[in-house]
């Protein structure tokens, strides 16, 4: 008998081997390698999963500033050794959706599975097929993701999956349009709108009950795109979001720089015209979270031109840098050549005007100053869209320190958009570190502190109590 089961599971293991080499061995047709390279397009992986320095196509290595540290992104290329070449399609359907690796580990929620766990098996197909055979192999380790304890627990993401992430496919709604539908499934899911848009709770889950009203993605605001006509973009026609999802740019409204320059440059630009129309119309409908419509400017309707300049004539430059107009002078030293004396941009709009534009006009400071310091990166097919950072201390031509940058934005939002708003040397040095931190992972330490501060009183009442009961009888006995 046993011989017979030797011998049985002989001829079997080749067997099961031989399938899981014929699976991993499938070859998929173009036309599903096609789909899944422009799902992987429209899912915008080129962008995190490639260092812009230099590194190679989906072989990861890009640091992501995150509230509890930098998360470097992994290598997604077919790699056997250092990528997901190895990954079954439940595997890798797992890691897309479930955010979970082979190896059983968590991902980090940098990895929008949140949003991915939308997308429909045939869709998932699609992406596995284009990985597995579209994308060519690196083999070379992507640099590991180190943060603070206890965030380097990765198992601590099992209760927050538990907690925060959904696990239905999208559905579409009978009552709305099939374009409509067809948008909410790529900005909710592929494009993952909401991953930036949406204010985060204190877990750092996405506030739904806030979706896409604006938030803090590292150094920049990725701000409220609801149907708002103050707060959001209701003031924007379908083919005004189209354009600037094309791209990049409307008029001398907006400019898309940071993550969402990425997000033009490797993905919306080349989605189809249907699919953009798609997506339009479903964010144009996505309401504030206020009950009414709010009344008064938009970000877009901020500020006029003009200019500070008659105010430090005569002066010398050092004597300028001291004063109150310092802001002015830093501009017209800087800027000017740019955005013109006055802030009125170029006339063909490839420099913007600084008047009427949703940076300096918005109900924060962060975009201006993350522009000064980090400066503007974007190619689409109308050409690449360029602005040196004045904030890199090392390769800018000309490195601003905190208190010129707050100078330069101050004298920027003073003359040309929100007026009300003031930026201080330290506001500038909270966005040249990455962004505002979160005090999460020094609540989780306060928590884990406490549990076992709590833990060893509970050990000691029960080490207590037991050695009061042995010695109650002996005590009796003796007495």
């Known amino acids: 008998m046993i011989m017979k089961t ?30 899944g390279h422009y799902l992987a397009t429209a899912s915008d992986c080129m962008a995190c999963h490639t260092n812009h320095e230099g590194g190679k196509p989906m072989a990861g290595g890009l640091p992501l500033a995150s509230p509890v540290g930098t998360i470097m992104s992994t290598n997604i290329t077919p790699s056997k050794q250092f990528g997901i070449g190895n990954y079954s399609e439940a595997q890798f359907s797992d890691a897309v959706r479930r955010g979970v690796r082979a190896d059983g580990a968590n991902l980090y929620p940098a990895m929008p599975y949140v949003s991915y766990s939308a997308m429909t098996d045939e869709d998932i197909h699609a992406l596995y097929a284009y990985f597995m055979q579209g994308v060519a192999p690196v083999d070379e380790k992507a640099p590991e993701t180190s943060l ?233 097919e109308k050409g690449h869209v360029f602005m040196p950072p004045f904030g890199d201390q090392t390769n800018a031509t000309v490195s601003l320190s905190n208190s010129e940058v707050a100078s330069l934005a101050n004298y920027l939002m003073k003359d040309y958009g929100n007026a009300g708003l003031t930026v201080t040397p330290d506001d500038v040095q909270v966005i040249r570190n990455g962004g505002p931190a979160s005090n999460l992972v020094m609540l989780a330490r306060i928590g884990i502190a406490a549990g076992a501060a709590g833990a060893v009183v509970v050990l000691a009442i029960i080490v207590w109590l037991w050695r009061r009961r042995r010695s109650g009888p002996a005590e009796a006995a003796t007495a």
């Open 6 to 35: 030797v011998t049985t599971l002989a001829l079997a293991l080749p067997l099961a081997f031989a399938a899981l080499s014929s699976a991993s061995a499938q070859e998929f047709s173009k036309e599903l390698i096609d789909k």
């Open 148 to 380: 603070p304890f206890p965030m380097n627990i990765r198992a601590s993401m099992m209760g927050w999956n538990l907690l925060f992430r959904p696990n239905a496919v999208h559905a579409d709604d009978p009552n709305q349009s099939a374009e409509w539908n067809r948008g909410k499934y790529l900005a909710e899911g592929a494009a993952h709108c909401s991953t930036c848009h949406t204010p985060r709770g204190p877990l750092m889950q996405e506030d739904k009950s806030l979706n896409l009203t604006g938030a803090q993605v590292g150094p920049w605001y990725a701000p409220n795109i609801t149907n708002d006509k103050v707060h959001g973009i209701g003031s924007w026609s379908q083919e005004d979001l189209v354009t600037y999802l094309k791209t990049g740019r409307l008029d001398t409204r907006a400019q898309a720089a940071g993550s969402m320059a990425e997000a033009i440059s490797y993905s919306f630009q080349h989605l189809t015209d249907t699919d953009l129309n798609a997506i339009a119309t479903y964010i144009r409908s996505v309401p504030s979270a206020d009950a009414g419509q709010a009344s008064g400017p938009s970000r877009f309707d901020q500020g006029k031109a003009g200019n500070d300049l008659s105010a430090f004539r005569g002066e010398s430059f050092a004597e300028g840098m001291k004063g109150a107009d310092a802001g002015a002078q830093i501009f017209t030293a800087n800027c000017a050549s740019c955005h013109g004396y006055n802030g009125q941009g170029t006339a063909d709009g490839y420099y913007p005007s600084l008047f009427h534009n949703a940076a300096t006009g918005a109900s924060n400071p962060t975009n201006v100053v993350a522009a000064i310091l980090n400066g503007v990166d974007r190619d689409t």
